[in-house]
């Protein structure tokens, strides 16, 4: 479906691990949900995740540099599975 979703994070390997785990549990948890739902809702596997580093920056600027790539790939929810509210999704 190429939807995509953007979050930042200051441990890459954790946010990773723990959007994975969450995946296949087919969790539906209110910090990420629309990226949750459609993988509780759709049939998709593991297979169809990717994760991929878009840049770096220092932890000052995770929220700004985040929402400026939400923008640029327009990931906002109906074209990605960003939310508006959830400008910061740096919770794991």
């Known amino acids: 479906c190429n939807l995509q979703y953007v979050g930042c994070t200051s441990n890459?390997?954790?946010r990773a691990n723990n959007h994975k785990s969450i995946i296949?549990?087919?969790v539906i948890k209110t910090e990420c949900f629309r990226l949750y739902q459609h993988f509780s809702d759709i049939s998709h596997s593991m297979d169809n995740v990717r994760f991929c580093i878009l840049s770096c920056t220092s932890p000052n600027?995770?929220?700004?540099e985040e929402n400026s790539?939400?923008?640029r790939l327009n990931t906002i929810y109906p074209h990605g599975l960003n939310t508006v509210t959830n400008t910061y999704s740096n919770r794991f």
């Open 12 to 14: 890459f390997r954790l």
């Open 69 to 71: 790539w939400k923008i």
């Open 24 to 26: 296949r549990r087919k």
């Open 61 to 64: 600027n995770l929220e700004e």
